[in-house]
């Protein structure tokens, strides 16, 4: 994301820092604490290569987030509001493919 769009996108990140910044957090404790909050089942699995980001990320688990504050953070992030393409098409295609699941009837058992 470059020129203008870099510029609206740096609102957007301006706005989620600053609720971080009133939750104590870094940003990416604000998100990954956001999903934590949003779903049950669903584990965030963050990649890091640096103990002090999977420490960083480990610190999500004690953000605790009210319903108020999960609206203020979509809010500041509508679904719809990231400006400009986040991934190229040829990705993209590569992406749904890999990202299929072969069936379950096609699992090794004791795998």
Known sequence: MTGENFEKNKVLQEQLEAIAEKKNCSLNQLALA????????????PGTTKKANLESNIGAV???LSKE????????LPIDGIAGGVTLPVNMQLSR???LSPPLSSWKEGI
């Not at 504050?69 to 500041?76: D, H, K, N, R, T």
């Open 34 to 45: 956001w999903v934590l909050h949003k779903v049950n089942d669903v584990v965030p699995i």
């Open 62 to 64: 004690a953000v605790a």
């Open 69 to 76: 504050e999960i609206a203020e953070i979509e809010a500041a």
């Open 97 to 99: 493919h890999y990202a």
